[in-house]
């Protein structure tokens, strides 16, 4: 009867003891598979957090980046965008020492110094025909009216004029597409940080790229306006009044020589007169054809009735 108790516990015990297992079992799986998911957690939140960080590098290169701090309210400036062009056309007596005189203004702009350039410089002209000299500057707006004043003084003017195109509505209008780019930009960089799936994290960065190109884009018309419109562009163009005429060195010419430049000139004078009076003989030759065949019947009728006469005379 005491032997009764224990043969009890032992089946209770024979039938726990699998649970048990099986639970201990599961409790190392799942041990065994929270690490594994965490490391795959890890390594997706690593990719995309290098990811966004080469993202901001490559944005923070983009010119204008810096536009975002002064706030989607933030008004465009009032200053005008004007291209200024003018032009202007001088006739010289002395060409080469007004090309001197044109060359020392422009030395005198230092234009290095100034930011602007020469970006036409022609000179151009041979013995018979007329020189001719063209200039394109691009100064500072200040230093227009001042250069223009003096080039006009060089010599003789023909011809000057002033042209002003303005482009501000076409600035203003390709400032605030690349701020409203560079916005999107923005959101999209913030998503990207956030962004915690690989796939997601791929799709943000093709439409960041695609968002950056536009802003590049954009960036680049801007530039070239901005260019356009910071410097005035001039044009000057110097003729020679009469053809030129290259200067003659006298020299000594020995007697032979001047002897066979006489005959060769006499020879050659000769030579034209015979030349002359053939063109003279061929354009009358159609004349003296017509007046012999008007001519012809005339005189044939004429010697008809002086032989008849003669003969009823003898």
Known sequence: MRILPLNHSLVKAARILPLLVA????????GSERPRMSMAKKDEL?????????????????PGIEALKAGPDAK???????????????ISDNFNEDVAKVELLISSLKLSETGG???????????????YGLWAVRLSLDQVDGFLKDVVAVAEL???????NDVTDQYVDLSARVKNKLQEENRLLSHLE???SLPDTLLLEKELSRVREEVERLQGQLNVLTAATDLATIHI???ERSRYQPPVVATAIP?????????????????GFLQGCAIILAGLAPWFMAAFIVAAPWLLISRLIRSRNRSRTV
């Open 23 to 30: 639970c201990l079992l599961l409790i190392g799986c799942g």
């Open 46 to 62: 690593a990719l995309a957090d290098k990811n966004a960080g080469d993202a901001k590098v490559q944005a923070a290169a983009i």
């Open 76 to 90: 465009p400036a009032s200053v005008r965008k004007i291209i200024t062009t003018s032009q202007v056309q001088l």
């Open 117 to 131: 350039y020469l970006s036409q410089h022609e000179i151009s002209g041979s013995a018979g025909d007329q020189r």
């Open 158 to 164: 023909v011809k000057s004029d002033s042209k002003s």
């Open 194 to 196: 956030k962004s915690a």
């Open 237 to 239: 163009r110097l003729l």
């Open 255 to 271: 007697f032979v020589t001047k002897i066979g430049q006489t005959f060769m000139k006499s020879y050659q004078e000769l030579i």
